[in-house]
Each structure stands twice: as C-alpha cells, then as structure tokens.
C-alpha cells in the first residue's frame, strides 16, 4: 500500500502515475492531451461566500456547489474526484488532442488556463500541467482514499475551444451567469445594498443605486478567503501555506484573450 500513498496521474501523453516529481513534465513536452484538471480547494473561499460556498467535507461542498456546476457548460461534465479536503474536477476528453507544434502546446495551455480560470480554482494551481490523485490513492494529508464521487462523461474537444472563445468575447458575463445563475441579481453581491441591482454585462457588471462598475476580480475577491493584510510571512513561523491571494486571479485573466482561435502576435 506503501506506494500508493500520495501518488499522482496525469492526463498527459500516456498519463502516467507516480510521484508528483517523477511524472509532471513542462507544457513542452507534453505531445498528447487526454484531458485537465481543476482543483477545488473550499479552505481557499470565503466562508460567507453566498455564490461558490465552502463545505466541511468534500461531499458537501459538492452539493453545496452543485447548482454552480451544473451550470458549467464544461465543468458540469467533468468527473469529480474527492482528493483529500477538496474536489478535483477532471474533463476527459472525449478524443486525446495531439500537440504537434509548440503553438499548439502554447494554445492548449492558454484554453486550459482560461477555462480553469472560470471556476475559484487555486490561483497558484499549475494549468495544463496540473495533476491529479489516481482513484484508489491515499493522500498522507488526511489518510483518505481518493475516490470518485460523480463519474462524468467525455466532453469533445471542440466544446471546450468553443467555451473559451465565448469567455473571450464575453468573459464578465460566461463567469458571472455561472455563479449568479443570471444576469440580473438583486441585491448585487458586490455592495449588497438595499435596491441595488447588478445587470450583467459582457466585460463587466454594473451596479444600479450602489458600487456602480464591477468587475471579474472584484466577482471573484466575494469568493475568495480575504488574505490577511500587511502581514509578512514570517520564516518557518510554522504557517502551514499561504493562503491564495486574490489578486492572483486576476493573472488568470491574460489567458482569455490569448487564447481566441487565431494564434496573434504578442506585443511585448
Ligand atoms: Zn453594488
């Protein structure tokens, strides 16, 4: 049982298992996409988030953020693993992509980072290159067997670029009308004000008798744990792990625009 113990699988190339160090490889050497990964941590959310809450246990936080997936136009197929504290959401590919080319690579790490970015995922995950817990396997955190709570089914390739050039072209209202369930929503979440009402629009929301202008950050900074401010991590204070900044979502944003269908040059 030994070496099933904090094992990895990836769904790369001939998605090998073993330990994280032995099997991730860098975007340019993966030649074969099976599918990616997303991973939910609910430690990472707010407590009080009303839109993606957090749970005690996996299942839990399942059902209480089952309403959100299955709005997912991709998420609400993905397999779902219990990895330990929190969820892997897995999309399998209904048909492995073949990158070819290192444009190919870069595209497919671009969709992948841009359709993870839909989801509060943990914004210092690995994109393309994310692993996840083979079904069977202990995690030491916890000693719980990673197991599949939702099966899933493949989602074509083709849904998951369709997806993500939606999000480009509208990417405040594809997230938002995932977690609010609409585009309109009284109070708006953001100020909660009495009477305010928030219409979603394509780059951004706006708040009617209250905050006015909201943006995907400020959409996900609600869902998010608040980081503690103007605390310098102290070294080997025994803090277990920094908490994901918010902030860090927003460099999740790039992504959308560099992955519309067009390879086009970068200014740099
Ligand atoms: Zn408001």
């Not at 938002?176 to 009495?194: K, M, N, S, V, Y």
């Not at 943006?215 to 070294?235: G, M, Q, T």
């Not at 860090?248 to 519309?260: C, Q, T, V």
Request: hydrophobic share 40%; glycine share 8%.
């Amino acid at each position: 049982m030994r070496q099933e113990v904090d094992q990895r699988e990836a769904l790369y190339n001939d998605r090998p298992v073993g330990p994280a160090g032995v099997i991730q490889v860098p975007v340019e050497r993966i030649t074969t996409l099976h599918g990616f990964v997303v991973d939910l941590d609910p430690v990472k959310l707010d407590p009080d988030n009303p839109l993606f809450p957090p749970a005690d246990s996996p299942r839990a936080f399942h059902q209480a953020i089952g309403r959100v997936l299955a709005r997912h136009p991709l998420f609400r197929d993905a397999e779902v693993r219990v990895s330990g504290t929190g969820l892997h959401l897995v999309v399998h590919l209904a048909s492995a992509v073949e990158l070819k080319t290192a444009a190919d690579q870069q595209r497919w790490k671009a969709v992948v980072r841009a359709a993870q970015s839909t989801l509060p995922a943990d914004p210092d995950a690995p994109g393309v290159t994310a692993l996840t817990r083979p079904v069977g396997s202990i995690n030491s955190k916890n000693g719980a067997a990673v197991e599949v709570i939702a099966p899933g089914e493949p989602v074509d390739p083709s849904r998951v670029v369709e997806f993500v050039e939606g999000l480009a072209a509208a990417p405040f209202r594809t997230v938002a009308t995932i977690l609010l369930g609409a585009d309109r929503f009284q109070p708006c979440p953001a100020c909660r004000g009495e009477g305010t009402r928030l219409d979603v629009l394509d780059q951004f929301g706006w708040c009617y008798g209250g905050c006015s202008k909201v943006s995907l950050e400020r959409l996900f900074d609600l869902v998010y744990r608040p980081e503690p401010r103007s605390e310098k991590p102290r070294a080997g204070a025994g803090e277990p792990r920094r908490r994901a900044s918010p902030r860090r979502a927003i460099a999740a944003k790039p992504p959308l625009r560099a992955a519309r269908s067009k390879p086009r040059k970068k200014p740099r």
